[in-house]
């Protein structure tokens, strides 16, 4: 017996790639099937989805849960609930994290997945297509009598990651997601797609929720894909969507030294452009020079703080004189570097903050993601400074600098935009942004991006993110007491005109 399943996916920046990985396995490793209505760039959810649903009613319906997402899983399990009388299942972080938040008597949704999904849900399906009860499946929870949740027990991790299919792009409308304006690589315009190669990251930084999902499951959290895989899956991107660059979104590539040289020589022969995310203490001159060798346009380093005690405090394992040597290293091969750094840390001080913009200075990234650090729920921060607080969910998106009235975790009191605007001078100031001079760190990109027939969104780009450096530069300049004056009557002006 077969059944179908209708992925709903959220409107995000990058394609919904939890729901792409479930259905691509659905479809090919499973008699049943899925598909995903992707509400990206969609004013009209709601008909969107009642649409849908009549014209070809599945057996059940399927969201992925971030917690700020919390609320509006809710709201639409709701209408698909009350419009076509559809089961629902959440899975990801929230529902892993607190299957109660939708298992209660009343709740629209019917099952929640815990931890890594195929192949749960694939045995969900198997049960709801045979008629069975799936109450007590591994890896699910599902309503039990009287109002209660029957919870399964911990389901094994997929410990070869090579039994996954390769992921079918083509379900979701993949333009707006490579365009160079999403800015896949930031500071390297260019048309990107994201693909991942592995699961799990082997760190415990206590900001950090990365793993888990896959915490709620049993057996070692990092898992490779097989690098011909990841091959396959590039080249099939690059072959139908054009693609320019790839952005590998893994939480920790740079892990296994062994490996990352390997995939290098793989890389290699598909010729193209680059970037991943890792630890400043993987880095070393023969890995940087094989990675440059092979393409590698960027890296992008968790860098947090430039404060030894605090990187200590937040558990981040790394200290700022790994920092130093692989920014340095990085620069001397020429990969340009990216820094994520945050403020708001607990127990942060003035001299914190001080000691984060020197370093800042001193490595010279050539560009920086700056965050208000926010206590998310699955973190360790969150478990000791917040505690569960179901009215707060909508906190748990990107709200920056106000956040502090809500989550103050540092120890000054200095305004966190007035942090975050140091911290953005000390990189910017005595440098032209990022995007400008990505043609003479890669004198490729000028034949490869900058005259492609993408030429002129990538022009738009680079003139954007010079039109938004100059601006930012001219305010950051003005004296803070006159920002501040100038911001309030701003404020005031927009609430008379409201
Ligand atoms: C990619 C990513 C994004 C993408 C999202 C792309 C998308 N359309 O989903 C972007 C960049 C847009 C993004 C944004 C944000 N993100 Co984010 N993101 C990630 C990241 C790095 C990887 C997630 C991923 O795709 N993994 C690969 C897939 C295959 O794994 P997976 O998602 O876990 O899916 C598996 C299971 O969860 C399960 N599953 C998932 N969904 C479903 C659904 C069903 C029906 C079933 C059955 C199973 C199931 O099965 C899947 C396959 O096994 C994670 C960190 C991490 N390593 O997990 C953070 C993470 C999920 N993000 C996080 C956060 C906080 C955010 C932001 C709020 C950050 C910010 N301040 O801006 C915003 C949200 C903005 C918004 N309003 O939506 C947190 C979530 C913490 C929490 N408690 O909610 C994480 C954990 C990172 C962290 N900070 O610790 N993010
Ligand atoms: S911050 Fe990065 S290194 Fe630390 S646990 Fe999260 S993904 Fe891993």
Same mark, same amino acid.
């Given at each position: 017996?077969?059944?179908?399943?209708?992925?709903?996916?959220?409107? &995000?920046?990058?394609?919904?790639?939890?729901?792409?990985?479930?259905?691509?396995?659905?479809?090919?490793? +499973?008699?049943?099937?899925?598909?995903?209505?992707?509400?990206?760039?969609?004013?009209? /959810?709601?008909?969107?989805?009642?649409?849908?649903?009549?014209?070809?009613?599945?057996?059940?319906?399927?969201?992925?849960?971030?917690?700020?997402?919390?609320?509006?899983?809710?709201?639409?399990?709701?209408?698909?609930?009350?419009?076509?009388?559809?089961?629902?299942?959440?899975?990801?972080?929230?529902?892993?994290?607190?299957?109660?938040?939708?298992?209660?008597?009343?709740?629209?949704?019917?099952?929640?997945?815990?931890?890594? =999904? $195929?192949?749960?849900?694939?045995?969900?399906?198997?049960?709801?297509?045979?008629?069975?009860?799936?109450? =007590?499946?591994?890896?699910?929870?599902?309503?039990?009598? =009287?109002?209660?949740?029957?919870?399964?027990?911990? @389901?094994?991790?997929?410990?070869?990651?090579?039994?996954?299919?390769?992921?079918?792009?083509?379900?979701?409308?993949?333009?707006?997601?490579?365009?160079?304006?999403?800015?896949?690589?930031?500071?390297?315009?260019?048309?990107?797609?994201?693909?991942?190669?592995?699961?799990?990251?082997?760190?415990?930084?206590?900001?950090?929720?990365?793993?888990?999902?896959?915490?709620?499951?049993?057996?070692?959290?990092?898992?490779?894909?097989?690098?011909?895989?990841?091959?396959?899956?590039?080249?099939?991107?690059?072959?139908?969507?054009?693609?320019?660059?790839?952005?590998?979104?893994?939480?920790?590539?740079?892990?296994?030294?062994?490996?990352?040289?390997?995939?290098?020589?793989?890389?290699?022969?598909?010729?193209?452009?680059? #970037?991943?995310?890792?630890?400043?203490?993987?880095?070393?001159?023969?890995?940087?020079?094989?990675?440059?060798?092979?393409?590698?346009?960027?890296?992008?380093?968790?860098?947090?703080?430039?404060?030894? /005690?605090?990187?200590?405090?937040?558990?981040? %394992?790394?200290?700022?004189?790994?920092?130093?040597?692989?920014?340095?290293?990085?620069?001397?091969?020429?990969?340009?570097?990216?820094?994520?750094?945050?403020?708001?840390?607990?127990?942060?001080?003035?001299?914190?903050?001080?000691?984060?913009?020197?370093?800042?200075?001193?490595?010279?990234?050539? %560009?920086?993601?700056?965050?208000?650090?926010?206590?998310?729920?699955?973190?360790?921060?969150?478990?000791?400074?917040?505690?569960? &607080?179901? $009215?707060?969910?909508?906190?748990?998106?990107?709200?920056?600098?106000?956040?502090?009235?809500?989550?103050?975790?540092?120890?000054?009191?200095?305004?966190?935009?007035?942090?975050?605007?140091?911290?953005?001078?000390?990189?910017?100031?005595?440098?032209?942004?990022?995007?400008?001079?990505?043609?003479?760190?890669?004198?490729?990109?000028?034949?490869?991006?900058?005259?492609?027939?993408?030429?002129?969104?990538?022009? #738009?780009?680079?003139?954007?993110? +010079?039109?938004?450096?100059?601006?930012?530069?001219?305010?950051?300049?003005?004296?803070?007491?006159?920002?501040?004056?100038?911001?309030?009557?701003?404020? @005031?002006?927009?609430?008379?005109?409201?």
């Amino acid at each position: 017996m077969k059944t179908s399943i209708l992925f709903i996916a959220l409107p &995000k920046k990058l394609p919904p790639f939890s729901l792409l990985a479930l259905a691509s396995y659905i479809n090919q490793r +499973t008699e049943h099937t899925a598909g995903i209505l992707d509400l990206n760039g969609r004013k009209d /959810a709601e008909e969107a989805i009642a649409e849908r649903l009549k014209l070809d009613p599945p057996g059940l319906v399927g969201f992925s849960c971030f917690t700020c997402d919390y609320p509006e899983v809710m709201r639409l399990s709701k209408l698909v609930e009350k419009s076509s009388g559809c089961r629902v299942v959440v899975g990801n972080v929230h529902a892993s994290l607190y299957p109660e938040d939708f298992i209660f008597s009343g709740s629209p949704v019917d099952f929640v997945v815990r931890g890594e =999904g $195929e192949l749960t849900l694939a045995e969900l399906l198997d049960k709801l297509a045979a008629g069975r009860s799936p109450a =007590g499946l591994a890896g699910a929870a599902a309503h039990g009598p =009287g109002g209660t949740m029957l919870l399964g027990e911990k @389901r094994p991790l997929i410990a070869d990651l090579g039994v996954l299919p390769r992921i079918d792009y083509g379900m979701v409308a993949m333009e707006p997601y490579l365009a160079p304006a999403n800015r896949g690589v930031p500071g390297f315009p260019a048309r990107t797609g994201t693909v991942y190669t592995s699961r799990g990251c082997p760190s415990n930084c206590e900001f950090c929720a990365a793993n888990t999902v896959w915490k709620c499951n049993t057996g070692p959290s990092v898992r490779f894909r097989p690098i011909e895989d990841v091959m396959l899956e590039v080249g099939a991107l690059k072959a139908k969507y054009g693609i320019q660059c790839v952005a590998f979104g893994d939480d920790s590539f740079l892990i296994k030294k062994s490996r990352v040289l390997a995939f290098c020589e793989a890389i290699r022969k598909l010729d193209i452009f680059w #970037s991943v995310q890792g630890r400043v203490e993987h880095i070393t001159s023969e890995v940087v020079s094989a990675m440059r060798g092979a393409g590698c346009v960027m890296i992008g380093f968790g860098v947090e703080s430039g404060s030894d /005690a605090i990187l200590k405090r937040i558990n981040k %394992g790394i200290t700022t004189a790994q920092i130093r040597n692989a920014f340095a290293v990085c620069r001397a091969q020429g990969c340009a570097r990216m820094a994520y750094i945050m403020c708001n840390h607990p127990g942060e001080t003035e001299k914190d903050v001080e000691l984060t913009v020197r370093l800042l200075r001193e490595i010279r990234p050539d %560009g920086i993601n700056q965050a208000v650090l926010t206590p998310y729920p699955g973190t360790a921060i969150y478990a000791k400074y917040v505690g569960k &607080k179901p $009215e707060n969910f909508w906190l748990f998106s990107n709200i920056g600098p106000e956040l502090a009235g809500y989550f103050k975790l540092c120890e000054h009191d200095l305004p966190l935009n007035r942090v975050l605007d140091s911290y953005w001078l000390a990189v910017y100031a005595r440098r032209l942004p990022v995007s400008l001079t990505a043609v003479f760190r890669e004198p490729r990109y000028l034949s490869r991006v900058l005259l492609s027939r993408y030429a002129l969104p990538v022009m #738009s780009v680079i003139a954007a993110d +010079t039109a938004v450096w100059l601006r930012y530069l001219a305010v950051a300049s003005i004296p803070w007491p006159i920002r501040n004056f100038l911001r309030a009557c701003k404020h @005031r002006i927009e609430a008379v005109f409201k």
